[in-house]
């Protein structure tokens, strides 16, 4: 049974590995041209729809266990 937790924690390893690799690398390093000669996402049609559903699903994210933990708990 133990043996199914090697994956489990080896990629949660490994995605933190990614995110740090990869984050240091966007927030850190230096942009490339492609990045500066793109126009700025406020420019953008529908980018506060975006940015609204995304709001909205962090918010549920972080609600989502205490609206269904007292459901589960009556079952």
């Known amino acids: ?8 924690y080896l990629e949660i390893v490994l995605g ?16 490339s041209e492609a990045v500066l000669a793109i126009e700025p996402d406020s420019a953008v049609a529908g ?10 699903l962090a918010a549920l994210t972080v609600l989502m266990p205490l609206i269904v933990y007292p459901l589960v708990q009556a079952l």
């Open 16 to 31: 933190f590995f990614w995110f740090l690799k990869v984050g240091q690398r966007l927030l850190f390093g230096e942009p």
């Open 1 to 8: 049974m133990w043996l199914i937790s090697v994956p489990y």
């Open 47 to 56: 980018t506060g729809l975006a940015n609204g559903v995304l709001i909205v």
